[in-house]
């Protein structure tokens, strides 16, 4: 399933030097003016994930194919984009296509970097995004519901349910609120998605701090931290600087590099990892001699749409699924073990699949 990630934020705040490290190259202008990034720039990223290496080294796989997140450098946004202000209408346009937001906060000092409105405040960074935003929002879900309201009048039950949705989000906007704080039902969630707001959006912060902060973070990231919790979402601390950095680095020095600047592994994982958990994604997995394969599925996916993910002719035809979890499978070295030890089960086409499964598709053709 493909999964498109924008990463937003005021101009100079770091997005494309992010995107250039998160895609290893320099496919993003990088420069010290507004609007560097006018076409949005599109990298196809690995989901970083050690158990695929393991699942390969057991089922002696002749190659690797990861999961993948697509990532959208989008043009920085200014006060009054919803409006049209600076590349206002393109940018939010950019933004509505997308399925996740990221949004990159300046949460670092650095006088030979200009910042737009002249000063160092990640909160009112985001709330200036976040207003222009829910105003966007706010317009499109006035213009578009009186006339649904009318219908609504006249009886129509599609066009009542639909008041009643935008209503939902109507009540939050118009309290300064953003549109994914909604109280839905379980049914309500896909028409509301369907309702393509900029701000029912999940959203993950990135705070890009100074060098010296990336294993800890600093006071500004902290604010951050606080002010994404209020408003239901997570923060991931990142010095973008570094990063990219570290992706120019042969993979020989990049060990050396990380232990030096205090890092376990290169912030860029956990960024993807965040984004792809932010969706509420999992990873299941097929070993074969000739691949080992990660595959995205939504979590709650019952095993016959886990394996249309593959292709539609193994959901339509499903039978079973042959399952092995990710623990057992290393325990016991691989398929035949696993069957051995009876930690190898027959699933039909009630099973919800757990992140880790190893599956192998039984389907009539």
């Not at 213009?143 to 939050?172: F, N, Y």
């Not at 079973?320 to 039909?348: C, H, P, Q, S």
Request: charged share 25%; with cysteine.
């Amino acid at each position: 399933m493909g999964i498109k990630c924008g990463i937003v934020g005021l101009p100079n705040v770091g997005k494309s030097t992010l995107f250039n490290a998160l895609t290893e190259t320099a496919a993003a202008q990088a420069a010290n003016y507004p609007f560097c990034t006018i076409e949005p720039n599109v990298g196809d990223v690995a989901v970083p994930d050690p158990r695929l290496e393991a699942l390969a080294a057991i089922g002696k796989s002749q190659s690797l194919v990861p999961a993948r997140i697509t990532f959208v450098d989008i043009a920085g946004l200014v006060r009054g984009a919803s409006k049209g202000e600076g590349l206002g209408n393109q940018f939010l346009a950019n933004i509505r296509e997308v399925d996740a937001i990221i949004h990159v906060l300046r949460c670092f000092e650095d006088g030979d970097i200009t910042h737009v409105e002249g000063r160092i405040d990640p909160i009112a960074d985001a709330e200036t995004v976040e207003t222009e935003l829910m105003l966007a929002d706010l317009e499109s879900l006035e213009r578009r519901i009186q006339p649904l309201e009318k219908k609504a009048k006249s009886g129509d039950k599609e066009a009542k349910e639909q008041v009643a949705l935008m209503t939902k989000a109507l009540d939050l906007l118009r309290e300064g609120k953003p549109a994914r704080l909604a109280t839905l039902q379980p049914e309500e969630v896909e028409p509301f998605r369907q309702l393509m707001l900029l701000t029912g959006k999940p959203v993950l912060f990135v705070c890009n701090v100074e060098e010296g902060a990336a294993a800890t973070g600093n006071a500004q990231s902290r604010r951050v931290e606080d002010y994404a919790k209020a408003q239901g979402a997570g923060t991931v601390v990142i010095s973008a600087k570094i990063e990219a950095e570290l992706a120019q680095l042969p993979a020989a020095e990049r060990s050396d590099f990380l232990e030096a600047v205090g890092l376990a592994e290169p912030s860029l994982n956990r960024l993807i990892r965040a984004a792809y958990a932010l969706l509420g994604l999992i990873t299941y997995f097929t070993v074969g001699p000739k691949e080992a394969r990660a595959w995205t599925i939504a979590r709650g996916t019952k095993a016959p749409g886990a394996a249309g993910v593959i292709h539609t002719d193994f959901e339509k035809g499903f039978i079973r699924a042959e399952t092995t979890a990710f623990g057992d499978y290393i325990a016991f070295k691989g398929e035949v073990g696993a069957k051995d030890a009876g930690k190898m089960r027959l699933e039909g086409k009630d099973y919800v699949v757990a992140d880790g499964d190893v599956m192998l598709f039984r389907f009539n053709t």
